[in-house]
């Protein structure tokens, strides 16, 4: 085994933050609803040649820290209902493991918001699910309220095959509802860089009054500059939340100013070495961030509010 693979198996034997599957949604008939029972199935998906190490282990909310210490406020952080974890270790080799977990997120929204902060643009897609991706013999999707992990102890063909087979039959396992995510669709798409949409739960842009948004990056000319949105209860709020944002860079920024330009009504501000621009539109916030120059950010952040849509 690599140093790779000898690491990976240290953590597995209990430091690890774990592949999670979360299988068959929640139903509710009436007034009952209940959670089935992934144990079974996920034992039936073991590969050929492997055997499960342990058992099926399922945590909740209380308790899912035992599982993933280090990452449990992360998930938690996006509602995290349920995670349905196992670990398969090959029958010749037990220090061989391929580690599988199923997180169930609740909503599309949040499984969307864990799956895109965890994503890694630059590694390879694969069509499963809504959205996915390979890293060595490492697979991640999100399929509607479920976030799937997959983690391997080698990276080896032979691993990137069984953990592909695996992660199809994973997939092909959960019901997805085809519930939408709004923040793909209204953040536009032209300019966009492919796989930069995130979802942000609390914190965005690490301001504690940033809630519900998304990110997006986007190419102005040889610049990149980062969009972003979220969606209020009210007008009100999202004017209070705009008056939070200025309160801050008169803190932390260098100067703001208010600007008006073509009846779309602007905060702009000089971070010192970069500049955001921030509006509302009805019930929406947005802006830009991270801009290289004033004019850069007025304008992307004009383009960014033609094209959002009237959300009252």
Same mark, same amino acid.
């Given at each position: ?42 034992? !039936?998906?073991?590969?050929? !040649? ?19 210490? !280090? ?11 349920? /995670?349905? %974890? ?23 929204? %949040? ?94 842009? !690490? ?40 309160? %801050? ?21 000089? /971070? ?23 004019? /850069?950010? /007025? ?14």
């Amino acid at each position: 085994m690599n140093l790779i693979g000898s690491c990976k198996r240290i953590l597995h034997l209990g430091l690890v933050v774990i592949a999670v599957i979360t299988m068959t949604p929640y139903r509710s008939y009436g007034q009952q609803a209940a959670a089935r029972d992934l144990s079974e199935t996920v034992a !039936g998906l073991t590969p050929d !040649g492997w055997q499960i190490f342990g058992t099926v282990k399922q945590f909740g909310k209380e308790n899912v820290w035992e599982q993933i210490n !280090g990452r449990a406020s992360f998930f938690l952080a996006y509602d995290m209902l349920r /995670m349905t %974890h196992v670990s398969f270790v090959n029958r010749s080799n037990e220090s061989q493991f391929i580690d599988l977990s199923i997180y169930d997120m609740g909503t599309a929204t %949040h499984a969307f918001g864990v799956f895109s902060s965890e994503r890694s643009p630059e590694a390879p897609s694969i069509d499963l699910g809504r959205a996915g991706y390979r890293s060595d013999a490492d697979y991640f999707i999100w399929k509607g309220r479920y976030y799937i992990r997959i983690i391997s102890s080698d990276v080896t063909q032979e691993f990137q095959r069984t953990a592909m087979a695996l992660a199809r039959r994973v997939e092909g396992s959960l019901t997805d509802s085809g519930d939408p995510v709004w923040g793909l669709t209204a953040l536009p798409a032209a300019g966009r860089i492919p796989q930069s949409v995130r979802y942000i739960k609390i914190n965005a842009m !690490g301001l504690e009054f940033m809630r519900n948004t998304y990110t997006a990056e986007y190419r102005k000319g040889n610049s990149t500059v980062t969009a972003f949105v979220s969606r209020h209860d009210t007008t009100e709020s999202a004017e209070a939340t705009v008056a939070r944002f200025a309160g %801050h860079v008169k803190n932390f920024g260098e100067s703001i100013e208010a600007v008006t330009v073509a009846e779309v009504k602007l905060v702009v501000c000089d /971070m010192g070495g970069s500049f955001d621009v921030v509006f509302t539109k009805s019930r929406l916030v947005g802006g830009v961030s991270s801009a290289e120059d004033r004019e /850069m950010a /007025m304008k992307s952040a004009i383009e960014l509010w033609k094209q959002l849509p009237e959300d009252k």
